[in-house]
């Protein structure tokens, strides 16, 4: 495994990508003087976990069927490795070469892969994680395909130029033996056979090896008598060869779409040719060609009839039809659609031996984004239900969350919910793939990963234990209508497709209520039941929020701006809501602009909503006069206070979620006090405004058709003509988008394949976006809404993207019926600080530096009977309530896009400051707990991963760990808990990270066991007749015809041996790691101990002999003591 260069800072040192070391304020008292902080530099150490989810580009795969492990290759070098539900393993091919073919050595703990760059390489499964123990890189002939005999250590490499070489896999050496092209086809044939596509030995003769040519022509080889035995000729080009087990027979399959059936002694003619989906002319002419078949496989069994089981091959007529797996049995024909391209497939069976009845079970089939495996033991051949989280993908990833530690009863009950949302129809026999162990890992917290989707889905996913498994799937499109045709959809949608996208959520884990924003400028709040109901009218409100224009530039001075507290039931009331039936204000013709028109439809049939997540409130943003809404940047839910707050480039917006009323809608340059010092002017946005939709932000260069709206979809960047300028354009653009980046997913670039892209609400010039400040943080707290204020109070702090962190003050009624009827105030209390760069995070602790949580409260299931809420309700207590005169009790904790600041409450002074870059710009910030203390944890543009302590922002670690190269990894990447982090580092996996020593220290006994050991089946009986005549099968010494004292050396210049970093010993002691070495002890002593054994029983045995000698000769001596010698 790649190695991270971690270099750890010395603590008070400044890490190399800061400016500055933390500061104290010259004047103030020394906090750290009084806070002991606990955590040091020892505690931090980076490296990766475990990754989940579909295997990205999948190109091969390959399964143990002893061990019941199944390897999956990409595209991109990687290697996955699956077991039973839990096991799973990454490796990677640091060439980064595709993977075309893996080869397991069954039942040895051992792998082999064939890459794209002509190298094979030899993987120790052995350890927990796998390492290459040898490489070979051809230099003059590309590798097409590759078959190891089972028990056999020969590996024959076929290549390009229809040569076949001899691979020794334990020493990684090429035999000199070698099949030349020439010498395998008939003298007279005038042409190239084409690239070696198939290789395989008869499974009743070892000595016998079938040789597939791309051009149609099969050889029979004699390995023994170095000739070739029988040569099969078709016109048409070989796409795959299978043997029938008794080895008379095989079968191969044709670009035509023909399977050929030859008898192995009948080369002249083939035995039956049929198309399986040809249309069969009544004339006797050949049927129409069909597409090829790409592979075939032929299985026996010793009740029934053979399995035949293809991919590929259906007639040309089924345009747009999809890909298709064919089973064919006795005179049944199968056709099995798939929902996505087949990569490749493998028929499971219940013996590893090719010469005996092969009884398939299963097959497993490799889509390009999905993994299905077939029952073939069940009438219907249904699939089986997959363990494995390979669905993060179903609709492209467009937020994440990660809760470490979270509240132990919640993952039990979103198991409750979701386990009512299976699918039904599946196989009801144990998934095959059950091989390995789990890890003995000691961490037993509960974790939990939110997903947010393209299509406006959510799901919870329990991460405990470095595994993962999907736990419940909330549809947030449910609420909303669907657009019948193109023409009304395209009427008020400011994103071309999927408008439903989920751009950002909050959660609160304790009380369980979830709010999420999407890209259509929407808000929903969701609580949690465990009972369904049916929601008649689903509750709505309607917010205007509009741009802020300078004087004269404004179009209608009459907006909803206002910083006073609007009175209740005015235009905030949810009754008040509906669509304006007036053409004049809400319309949608082409007479006017269009005006109070939110961008989706809120269904008007009534909801039916079951256990788990239920609509509370819809809050749609909208049309303000021919101007589409600005997509949401930031979003918080507080469940103690019943408030909703989210911001975008207009301002901001409280909501009342009990009381369903519009509290705050407020432009951001109102949040400034009069007499702010920090108070800008609010600057006009051009007045020409560009045709919305097939704009591009100018500094992009993006002017391609492909650059139009689309939904913040996963990609990657686009293609440059070299690396340098690739990163440096990349990096460009995204410094540029970063003033709403980090809590934004929608205003992203474009890229020609699976691209997530910016919305019509975002195209706007750079002037323009330099010019208008996004709220880009919130954070519910109770602290000192003013400052030197003695008395603490419920309070929202606001971060925007230009630096400036604001106090609202929030008065909110007593608790009960008052609370449902009386308004909740709100004040703006000005600014508290400035930062450089847009604010990311925020957090309060309290005088001994412990953090300080938003209060919340208690889940209670909203649909239960009146007792039961009461008993629920309860409010957590708050922190302590005042605070003496003339002494801070709590810090302010505030992390930007370039630095960090701790301020002092109630006197807002500032205590620590940290530049924590200055060349390069923080994509995401996080508050977290480690080791039983509190740090900052960061992830930079320019890839470094960094720590500070609290509450003196000391650097403890900074670890280049990742250059960013995608917009999908800085869009992604969050921080939790107990040194947990997340990214999704492709479009369908999830890369899981430790920044804990701790964690990384126990991360071998963590992770899951691939090699368990299991006996061998027993070779099949050849029977009383088959042994006495001869018609078993027969074996071959290999070791004679293909080892150097016979074949000779081959040449050097072929291929180039590279010793892997696993070592350079046998496969069986090779384990590396702690645990190989315990491993390899272990064996050594049992030998040692062997060996004394048998050096005391010979030594017991010589001792009992010379005691018998002993004794016979004081016998003797006894015997003829006294006698004469002429007695004896």
């Known amino acids: ?83 039973r539900a839990g096991v799973e393993c990454y490796c990677q091919h640091e060439s980064g070469a595709a993977v075309i073919q893996l080869q397991f050595l069954i039942n040895e703990g051992a792998l082999v892969s064939a890459l794209a760059d002509d190298s094979i390489h030899l993987w120790n499964l052995r350890q927990k994680i796998p390492a290459i123990l040898h490489s070979l890189k051809f230099n003059r002939e590309r590798i097409t395909y590759c078959h190891l005999p089972f028990q056999s250590k ?114 002249a003619k083939a035995a039956q040719i049929i198309t399986p989906h040809g249309k069969q002319p009544k004339d006797g002419k050949k049927p129409e060609p069909c597409k090829p078949i790409l592979k075939v496989e032929y299985k026996t069994t010793r009740a029934g009839d053979p399995f035949m089981v293809l991919s590929g091959g259906l007639s040309y007529d089924t345009v747009g039809r999809r890909a298709c797996l064919t089973v064919m049995h006795g005179k049944s024909t199968a056709v099995l659609e798939m929902d996505y391209p087949i990569v490749d497939f493998l028929t499971l069976c219940e013996t590893p031996y090719p010469n005996d009845f092969q009884e398939p079970y299963a097959v497993v089939v490799l889509l390009e984004k999905d993994l299905v495996v077939i029952d073939l033991g069940q009438i219907g051949y249904p699939i089986f239900e997959n363990p494995y989280p390979l669905t993060i993908h179903e609709s492209p990833v467009t937020c994440c969350e990660y809760f470490v530690d979270c509240p132990a009863e919640l993952i039990p009950a979103l198991y409750s919910v979701g386990s009512r949302q299976k699918r039904q129809g599946y196989s009801k026999k144990e998934w095959p793939i059950s091989g390995g162990n789990w890890g003995q890992g000691t961490q037993s917290y509960p974790e939990i990963i939110i997903t947010g989707h393209a299509d406006g889905s959510i799901k919870f996913w329990d991460a405990s234990a470095l595994m993962l498994q999907v736990l419940y799937k909330l549809k947030t499109a449910k609420v909303f209508e669907r657009a019948r045709s193109k023409d009304e959809k395209a009427n008020t949608d400011i994103v071309e497709e999927d408008p439903f996208a989920i751009q950002t959520l909050s959660w609160c884990p304790e009380s369980r209520m979830l709010c999420v924003a999407g890209v259509s400028a929407h808000v929903i709040i969701y609580r949690f039941s465990k009972q369904e109901i049916t929601t008649e009218v689903v509750q709505l409100l309607e917010v205007r929020m509009q741009s802020e224009f300078g004087e004269g530039d404004s179009p209608d001075p009459g907006g909803d701006q206002t910083p006073t507290l609007p009175t209740p039931g005015a235009s905030s009331s949810p009754q008040e809501s509906e669509l304006p039936s007036q053409p004049s204000t809400g319309s949608n013709s082409s007479d006017g602009p269009r005006d109070n028109i939110p961008c989706l439809q809120v269904r008007s049939s009534p909801l039916k909503q079951s256990p788990g997540y239920q609509v509370e409130l819809v809050i749609q943003l909208v049309w303000v006069s021919g101007e589409p809404p600005q997509q949401i940047t930031s979003l918080a839910i507080n469940s103690s206070y019943g408030l909703v707050v989210f911001g975008n480039s207009n301002g901001l917006a409280v909501v009342d979620y009990l009381q369903k009323t519009l509290l705050l809608n407020m432009g951001t340059s109102e949040l400034y006090s009069p007499s702010d010092p920090y108070q800008r002017q609010p600057r006009s946005p051009r007045k020409a405004r560009q045709p919305s939709g097939a704009t591009c932000d100018s500094n992009d260069g993006c002017n391609t058709s492909e650059d139009r709206c689309k939904s913040p979809t996963s990609g990657s960047t686009s293609p440059c003509n070299s690396d340098d300028e690739r990163k440096q354009k990349f990096i460009e653009k995204v410094k540029f988008k970063s003033r709403r980046f980090s809590k934004t997913v929608a205003n992203d670039f474009d890229t020609k394949d699976n691209s997530f892209t910016r919305s019509r609400s975002s195209s706007v010039t750079s002037i323009d976006r330099e010019s208008r400040e996004a709220i880009s943080s919130f954070h519910f707290c109770e602290s000192f809404p003013k400052k030197n204020d003695n008395l603490m109070s419920p309070c929202l702090l606001v971060g925007t993207t230009q630096g400036t962190v604001m106090m609202v003050a929030l008065s909110l009624p007593p608790g009960g019926d008052q609370r449902l009827q009386q308004p909740v105030g709100i004040s703006s209390c000005g600014t508290m600080v400035e930062l450089k760069g847009g604010i990311l995070t925020m957090a309060l602790l309290d005088a001994a530096g412990a953090l300080l949580p938003p209060s919340y409260e208690p889940w209670y299931d909203p649909n239960a009977s009146d007792e039961e809420k009461e008993k629920s309700r309860r409010r957590r207590p708050a922190s302590p309530p005042s605070s003496q005169e003339g002494q801070d009790s709590q810090f302010a904790v505030l992390c930007s896009e370039k630095q960090a600041k701790v301020v002092a409450m109630p006197s807002q002074t500032r205590i ?217």
């Not at 750890?8 to 902080?37: F, H, M, Y």
């Not at 989940?52 to 996955?80: C, E, N, W």
């Not at 080892?1043 to 350079?1064: F, N, W």
């Open 1 to 83: 495994m790649k190695k991270f260069n971690i270099r750890k800072v010395l603590d008070g040192l400044t890490a190399a990508s800061s400016s500055s070391s933390a500061t104290a304020q010259p004047g103030t008292p020394r906090e750290n003087d009084v806070i002991q902080e606990t955590l040091q530099s020892e505690h931090f150490q980076l490296c990766k976990t475990v990754r989940h989810g579909f295997p990205y580009q999948p190109s091969s795969m390959a399964f143990d069927p002893v061990q019941k492990i199944l390897a999956v290759g990409t595209q991109t070098g990687a290697l996955r490795l699956f077991g």
């Open 154 to 267: 020969w590996l024959y490499i076929g290549t390009e130029r229809g040569n076949i070489h001899i691979v020794n896999v334990e020493s990684f050496t090429l035999s000199g033996y070698v099949i030349m092209w020439n010498k395998a086809i008939e003298l007279s044939t005038k042409t190239h056979p084409g690239p070696v596509v198939h290789i395989s030995d008869n499974p009743m003769d070892e000595g016998k090896l079938l040789i597939g040519f791309e051009c149609g022509v099969v050889v029979l080889w004699d390995l023994k008598c170095k000739k070739a035995d029988y040569r099969y000729n078709y016109d048409e080009a070989i796409h795959s060869v299978a043997w029938h087990h008794e080895g008379k027979q095989f079968v191969c399959s044709h670009s035509d779409g023909t399977l050929t059936t030859w008898n192995i002694r009948a080369p």
């Open 912 to 1128: 620590y400051k940290h530049n924590i870059t200055e060349t390069s710009f923080v994509l995401r910030a996080d508050v977290v707990q480690i080791a039983g203390a509190n740090c900052i944890a960061c992830f930079c543009a320019n890839g470094h991963i960094m720590t500070l302590s609290l509450p003196s922002l000391r650097p403890l670690l900074d670890v280049n760990y990742l250059p960013l190269t995608d917009m999908r990894i800085a869009r992604t990447f969050c921080f939790s808990n107990l040194g947990q982090a997340l990214y999704l580092t492709s479009p369908t996996e999830i890369q899981r990270i430790t920044y804990s020593q701790e964690t990384c220290d126990n991360r071998q006994e963590m992770l899951s066991e691939l090699f368990t050991p299991v006996e061998t089946p027993e070779a099949p009986n050849r029977g009383f007749f088959k042994g006495l005549f001869g018609g078993g099968a027969q074996s071959l010494d290999r070791e004679d015809l293909f080892g150097e004292t016979v074949a000779g050396k081959a040449s050097r210049s072929l291929a180039q041996h590279i010793p892997g970093p696993g070592g350079m010993e046998g496969m069986k002691g090779a384990a590396s790691g702690v645990v190989g070495d315990l491993a390899r002890a272990r064996i050594a002593l049992d030998e040692r101990g062997q060996k004394l054994g048998e050096l005391e029983d010979r030594t017991a045995a010589m001792m009992a002999s010379a005691e018998s000698f002993s004794k016979h000769a004081h016998d003797m001596m006894l015997k003829y003591k006294d006698k004469k010698w002429y007695q004896l």
